[in-house]
């Protein structure tokens, strides 16, 4: 079992920058892949940025060249920087952990983009 908090969301005007984190406990940090998605109000979870246990990354081409995933093992914790904020980033964010047929999610923290 893993759990998963995430924390660092917020409002903040189209332009700006957040970052996420998302700690996690109760299994070996290490060994997960995981990835930050996002849903907004009437559309689907869309993944948004995934880190391997190996440090690849990949992000959804609405994110590319502003957000940026990381994942510190010694502190069992994956970030998410988002820069450039825009409107369209309004949603609720969500933290994953993947292993083989296993996923762990988090409880999701807003991100609102707005004037």
């Known amino acids: 079992q893993v759990q998963l908090v995430e924390s660092g969301g917020g409002l903040v005007q189209p332009g700006g920058s957040l970052r996420l984190s998302c700690a996690a406990s109760g299994s070996i940090f290490s060994i997960y892949d995981m990835g930050w998605y996002r849903q907004a109000p009437g559309k689907q979870r869309e993944l948004v940025a995934r880190?391997?246990?190996?440090?690849?990354?990949n992000y959804a081409d609405s994110v590319k060249g502003r957000f940026t995933i990381s994942r510190d093992n010694a502190k069992n914790t994956v970030y998410l920087q988002m820069n450039s904020l825009k409107p369209e980033d309004t949603a609720v964010y969500y933290c994953?952990?993947?292993?083989?047929?296993?996923?762990?999610w988090g409880q999701g923290t807003q991100v609102t983009v707005s004037s």
């Open positions: 880190i391997t246990t190996g440090g690849a990354t």
């Open positions: 994953n952990a993947h292993r083989v047929v296993r996923d762990y």
